[in-house]
Nanobody, 126 residues
Framework: QLQLVESGGGLVQPGGSLRLSCAASGDTLVHYAIGWFRQAPGKGREGVSCISSSGGNTMYADSVKGRFTISKDNAKNTVYLEMNSLKPEDTAVYYC???????????????????WGQGTQVTVSS
């Protein structure tokens, strides 16, 4: 059974940077696409970014395009989300999730993902 653990969240000032990690165990990420999602208080869970099983395809929400970068290290069984130029509206709990690639429809649909981590809090505030 695949298990995912996020880390790297914290408090950062606007304009700052954080790198989130999603470490997998129990199976190899070679078979899975990994998505990053976030959920702010009182809001639904939204897709932030996704990377295909090989790492050859990356996808981003418009709100983070140009600021966030997703990458995958299959040798370390870990996916990263580099977040730069952070804004207060990026404040949320961030989750990573895994699903079998390819997806038959939009990457940000929750139905594609079978395994979820417990989440890590990101707070952007001065």
């Amino acid at each position: 059974q695949l298990q995912l653990v996020e880390s790297g969240g914290g408090l950062v000032q606007p304009g700052g940077s954080l790198r989130l990690s999603c470490a997998a165990s129990g199976d190899t990420l070679v078979h899975y696409a990994i998505g990053w999602f976030r959920q702010a208080p009182g809001k639904g869970r939204e897709g932030v970014s996704c990377i295909s099983s090989s790492g050859g395809n990356t996808m981003y929400a418009d709100s983070v395009k140009g600021r966030f970068t997703i990458s995958k290290d299959n040798a370390k069984n870990t996916v990263y989300l580099e977040m730069n130029s952070l804004k207060p509206e990026d404040t949320a709990v961030y989750y990573c999730a895994a699903g079998r690639w390819p997806f038959g429809s939009a990457w940000y649909l929750l139905v594609h993902y079978n395994y979820w981590g417990q989440g890590t809090q990101v707070t952007v505030s001065s």
